[in-house]
């Protein structure tokens, strides 16, 4: 369940991960490689929380096609 701070709407990453569709993992990785740079903010828990403008990120992400010659 989302949960408001001072006005702003912030996901944990399960939920996170459910409304971009990447797997947790995924968005684990890509923050540990600095691919987005979302997720720094955590709540007493420890645990990630997401913005709108991070989940947006993490579709972004997604859409991107690779293909060999990036890797090169």
């Not at 990453?13 to 971009?20: A, D, G, P, R, V």
């Not at 720094?40 to 993490?58: H, P, Q, S, V, Y």
Request: charge should be negative; hydrophobic fraction near 35%; aromatic fraction near 8%.
């Amino acid at each position: 369940m989302p949960v408001e701070i001072k006005g702003t709407v912030y996901y944990k990453i399960t939920e996170s991960s459910q409304l971009s569709g990447v797997s947790k993992s995924t968005i684990h990785r890509w923050i540990r490689e600095g691919i987005i740079t979302g997720g720094k903010l955590r709540n007493r828990n420890g645990w990630r929380l997401f913005t709108e403008e991070d989940i947006a990120e993490i579709k972004a992400e997604a859409g991107i096609v690779w293909t060999e010659s990036d890797s090169e």
